[in-house]
């Protein structure tokens, strides 16, 4: 693990002595043979434990600010007698007590107390106030100002990374327990930064043929395949439909690449949709934003949907053969919508798949007085949409661009309004149980997380 942090602590050394108890099975216990305290220069809210180890199955840190160390880390496996053992979470300019715990051979040894002090946080540091009657337990990650950062229920910043130039407006969590952001200043071929909860980068991520990748999405599968959104421009004479004669047109292409970068699939609008499915007031200037894409999700069946903003469709796409299975929205929808007055979107955000024939999106403005988080069920077979759910701030806010939506336990949503500048979590009817008080900035995306360690989503 690469490291550029600060050693704070003196060793420490655990001799083994003859005669001590052996473990299970006649295994001698483990031994700790030297500790490291390390600052991590990217977060004063988090520390690095190093340390070495012999005949240890794992390693954990015991950590408290009291007189006796109260919260314990997850268990760290050693490679080559060496644990790396991360600490995370921490109060700032706090003392904490830290105590090295080896685990093997049906024992627990513990090493010797150390101290650390973290350091204060930056000055630039956003500040957060949040309160609710019944928040689901967990951590939020959101992109502000020049920091990625997490905050607990509280509004407490609890985790933070500074991106030269800021992270962009998606700072993203993913299944693989590592952060993504698409900074505005990177490299268009490797355009968006992978960090681990440390803040280290670990890699980075762009699209193949040159394309510019597009900061609003992007799925890392387990195996360090990836699925991301990319910009294509090509010059077209739209003149006999009210545009330009020498157009910029761009759409969204969407590709999936494997972890050393290799072209696996690719889906080109321009393939499959007509620059008339947009509405005819976008298509006059000299620049058009065709499709938009700000969203992208694998279905239960393993195909894509994909939101388009600028046509306020969803699209489904088989992934094996391109091909279009439905279009739910704007010109070209092939739907029924039933439910809730108001049924059907317009320049949708965020939009997720809890289940099988389930969606859930912010619907920035199919109203244009209110903009709010809706629930959907849909039979793909008959094409037909019913809206269950909607539910938005009182007093309402209008999200022109931006905004996320997260399908949490018990029917629960949690909503970020974009440029709305509203954060907020609803139960099942509506209620809303949580929020980040006073305006909580343009959120272009919140996502609720049960682990600062493993950044597993809340589902």
């Known amino acids: 693990m690469r490291q550029s942090r600060e050693v704070l602590s003196a060793l420490a050394v655990v001799a083994a002595c003859t005669g001590e108890p052996a473990g299970m099975a006649g295994r001698p216990p483990p031994v ?72 093997g051979g049906g024992e627990a040894v513990p090493g010797p107390p150390l101290s650390f002090t973290t350091d204060s946080l930056p000055s630039d540091l956003p500040r957060y106030i949040a309160n609710g009657v019944d928040p689901t337990p967990g951590y939020i990650a959101l992109s502000a100002g020049s920091y990625g950062l997490v905050i607990d229920n509280k509004g407490r910043v609890v985790w933070y990374r500074r991106f030269s130039g800021g992270p962009g407006l998606n700072f993203q969590p993913q299944a693989n327990g590592r952060y993504v952001a698409r900074p505005p200043t990177a490299n268009p071929s490797a355009a968006w930064i992978e960090v681990d909860p440390l803040g280290n980068v670990t890699r980075t991520f762009g699209c193949a043929r040159g394309l510019v990748a597009r900061f609003h999405d992007l799925i890392v599968e387990a195996d360090g395949a990836y699925w991301i959104m990319c910009d294509e421009t090509r010059i077209e004479d739209l003149s006999a439909i009210g545009g330009v004669q020498a157009a910029q047109v761009t759409g969204t292409v969407i590709q999936h690449l494997g972890a050393t970068g290799a072209l696996l ?19 006059t200037g000299t620049s058009v934003n065709w499709t938009h894409g700000n969203a992208l999700v694998l279905d239960m069946d393993g195909n894509l949907i994909v939101s388009f903003r600028s046509l306020s469709e969803l699209t489904k796409i088989d992934t094996r053969t391109g091909d279009i299975l439905w279009r739910m929205g704007g010109l070209r929808n092939q739907f029924t919508f039933e439910g809730l007055p108001g049924a059907g979107f317009a320049r949708q955000h965020g939009l997720r ?8 999106l912010l619907d920035n403005l199919g109203d244009p007085t209110a903009s709010r988080a809706e629930r959907y069920v849909y039979d793909p077979d008959s094409r037909v949409a019913r809206l269950v759910a909607s539910y938005g701030p009182d007093p309402a806010v209008v999200a022109q661009l931006g905004g996320s939506t997260q399908d949490l336990p018990g029917g629960r949503t949690l909503v970020a309004f974009g440029n709305g500048d509203r954060v907020e979590e609803y139960d099942s009817s509506g209620r809303m149980v949580w929020h980040i008080e006073g305006s909580s900035g343009y959120v272009f995306r919140a996502q609720l997380i049960s682990s600062l360690y493993t950044l597993a989503p809340v589902r």
């Open 32 to 103: 700790i043979d030297a500790v490291t305290v390390n600052r991590n220069l990217q977060n004063a809210l988090s520390t690095l434990v190093e340390v070495h180890v012999r005949l240890a199955d794992s390693v954990a840190v015991q950590y408290g600010s009291g007189p006796t160390p109260d919260n314990v880390s997850p268990a760290v496996v050693p490679t080559s007698d060496v644990a790396m053992v991360p600490v995370l979470g921490l109060l700032p300019s706090t003392v904490y007590g830290l105590r090295v715990v080896a685990y």
């Open 265 to 283: 699939f690719e889906w080109n609008p321009f393939d499959h949709f007509q620059i008339t499915d947009l509405d005819a007031a976008s298509r």
């Open 353 to 360: 798949v809890p289940g099988p024939g389930r969606l859930v």
